[in-house]
Structure formats: C-alpha cells, structure tokens
C-alpha cells in the first residue's frame, strides 16, 4: 500500500510536466509532421479517379474508365473551395494544371451528355498529366520532404535533382546555414574576451558586467531587433557618428544587407556565447596562468596552450547554442536584411501563410527541425562533459 501510495505521488508530480510536454510539444511536432508527409487533397475529393488509377501502371495510355471517372468526380465536386485545392495540388506536380482544369470544369459543368476529354483539351492525352494525378491520389508522400531540398521523383520513380532555377529551397537552406555559422564566430570574438574578463574581476565589477550580458535578455525580441534598424539607417547613431568624425565621408550602408543582419544577430545572441564560456572559465584555477608566466610562458603562449584548451568546451557549447538559435531567426533577417538576405524561417512562414502549402511549410520545419536535434544533441554531450570537468 506504501509502495502504491508512493508510485502514484511520483505520477501526481510528473503528470502536469507530462501534459505540458505533451500538449504544447508533442503534439505539435506530430502535426508537423503529419503534414509535411500528408497529402489528401486528392484522393478526398476525387475518390472515383483514385480508385480508377490505383490499377493503372502510370506508363500506359489512361484507361476510359479513368476517363470517366475524372468526369463523374468533377460534376459531383460542386465546392470552388475544394476544387482549388486540388488544382493547387496538381499544378504544382505538373504546370499547366491551372488552365486545363480550368477549362475542363467548365466544359464538364456545362455539359449534359457524354463528354470526351481529349476534345475538351489534347493535353488529357499525354501521360504526364494522367501521372501526376495518379501520384497525387497517394494519401502520404515524401514529395515535400524532398522538394525541401531540391530533390524529385522521375518518371522511373528514382530520386533526383531538380531543374535549374525550380526551387532554391536549398540554395536558401545553405544562406541560413552560412549566416548562423558567421553569426556564431563573431558572438564567439566577442563573447570570449568578455568572458574572460568577468571571469578575471571579482566583486560589483564582475556583476556589472554580468548585468550587461542579461539585461538584454529582459528586453523584447523585436524591440531590440527594431533598435538596430534605428541605429543602422544612413541618418542613425553609427553613421551619423562616424560622419560627424570625420571617418566616413558618407554613410555605410549598414540596413536592407547581410552586414546588418549579422550585426543586429550578433547583439541579440551574444549572452548566449557568453555565459557558457563564462561558466567554464570561473571554475579555472586562476593560478595557472601565473604559474604558466613564471615558468616563462609569454601572455600569449600560455593562453593558446592554458587557457584556451580548458575553456574549449564553453566554447563548443556556446558556439552550438549560437548556431540552433541562430538557424530558426525570423524577424532580425525580415526587418534587417534584404530579399536576397532572408533565411528559412522566412520561406516558411511564406508557404504556410502566403501560399496556405502547409505540406512544405512543415517539410521545411522538419528539415530544419532534424538539423536543430542533432545538433542539440552534440551541445547536451559537450554540456555534460563540461559539467563533469
């Protein structure tokens, strides 16, 4: 009865952190998920096609059955609403889609006798329309995951590049990873030298310059991120500043460009690079470094083979934090940068609020989802291994 008693206290803790990972984590990530590897649109709302196709070899002519079928499916789909998912869905597979149905419901709503596709438009005679209606029938598909990183099926069904010039998922893709890791080594040359020197002053020093690190932290996202665009234009402080003394004779253009972006990154993720790196250094013995120059060690020396390699691993684990925040930023990039400037975050929040794709939308969430675990992963074995040392 104890044993029962104390089992079911240990649940009543645990539940409520259960139920929040649950509902607010989870449960997400499963709806994610599901619909970047969901794809009903088509076999809901064509069901005749779909079970007229399912026996179809996708090289032959199409049958008169499908034919038929694909009538008889559009004179019973009386919603535009529906109707435009689906052309959406087919388009996208196979350009041309948009007119030819189009055109095609309008002949099959007008119509109140037999009618023959292939009058209405030659175009349902070739088999890459037929195909694709026959790939878009499939209620699951790894067609968004793929076009996330600019890969297709053929027509044999192997996986390959896509054309020249279709998407730039991947080009996009790699500009987000280039920004994080620039993001990353300039938080991590600024952010060692500062840690170094909190770690090596005591008392109300060493608090204000803590302070420094986390107040920014308290302050809001966009409210910093619209501080910079402020602080950037060619009239702002900087410019203006730097005019002013006579360094610059007209100002640098620091707004709308990747320089601004990875500025603006730098201030908002800086704490981030700061206080792990700063977390190591305080448990360093701060005799070594003495007892390292009065075996004639120089400054530098002793730093590059002292210091440097104990403070390694506040630097991965920074380093790490820096790079997964800096891969899902949204509103630095849009506010800052310019079009040739917005990283991921950007083209997924176009899919699933300006073209409604919610199937790329979370194909792309997943991509950059599976990058962030893994490297989640790596900075939970360095902040281990930092923990025990």
């Known amino acids: 009865m104890n044993a029962f008693r104390r089992h079911t206290g240990t649940f009543a803790l645990v539940f409520p952190l259960t139920l929040f990972l649950g509902v607010f984590f989870i449960w997400p990530l499963l709806t994610v998920l599901q619909q970047a590897v969901s794809d009903p649109v088509v076999s809901k709302n064509l069901p005749r096609t779909t079970a007229a196709v399912s026996a ?13 079928a694909l009538v008889d499916d559009l004179k019973s789909l009386d919603d535009d609403q529906k109707l435009g998912e689906v052309v959406r869905r087919l388009n996208s597979a196979q350009p041309g889609f948009r007119t030819l149905m189009r055109k095609t419901v309008a002949a099959v709503r007008d119509s109140t006798g ?5 009058e209405i438009d030659a175009r349902w005679n070739d088999v890459a329309f037929w195909r694709a209606i026959a ?3 499939e209620p ?7 076009a996330a990183v600019d890969l297709q099926h053929d027509a044999s069904g192997a996986i390959v590049a896509m054309p020249a010039g279709e998407s730039a998922n991947q080009a996009i893709l790699l500009r987000t990873f280039a920004v994080a890791a620039v993001v990353t080594l300039a ?3 600024i952010g060692l030298p500062y840690a170094m020197l909190a770690a090596a002053l005591s008392g109300w020093r060493r608090q204000l310059l803590l302070a420094a690190v986390l107040l920014p932290l308290w302050t809001s996202l966009l409210v910093r991120t619209a501080a910079w665009y402020i602080l950037l234009q060619d009239k702002g402080l900087i410019n203006s500043l730097l005019v002013s ?3 610059l004779d007209s100002p640098l253009p620091l707004l709308f460009n990747r320089t601004g972006v990875v500025i603006a990154m730098t201030h908002v993720l800086l704490p981030f690079m700061v206080l792990p790196i700063y977390s190591v250094l305080i448990a360093i013995p701060r005799n070594l470094m003495p007892a390292a120059a009065s075996l004639g060690a120089s400054p530098i020396r002793a730093f590059l083979h002292i210091l440097l390699p104990l403070a390694l691993r506040g630097i991965a684990s920074g380093g790490l934090l820096v790079f997964m925040a800096a891969l899902g930023y949204y509103i630095t990039p849009a506010l800052i940068g310019g079009p040739k400037d ?6 997924i929040a176009f899919y699933a609020t300006g073209s409604a794709n919610w199937g790329m939308a979370g194909a792309l969430g997943m991509v950059l989802l599976a990058v962030t675990i893994v490297l989640y992963g790596v900075y939970g074995r360095l902040s281990m291994k930092t923990t025990g040392a």
């Open 56 to 68: 179809w070899n996708i090289t032959s002519e199409p049958s008169d059955e499908m034919r038929t």
């Open 114 to 118: 037999p009618i023959s596709l292939a």
């Open 135 to 137: 790939e878009a029938t």
């Open 140 to 146: 699951y598909t790894d067609r968004n995951l793929l």
């Open 187 to 189: 938080t991590c040359l």
């Open 245 to 247: 003394l006579g360094l």
């Open 342 to 347: 917005q990283m991921i975050s950007s083209v």
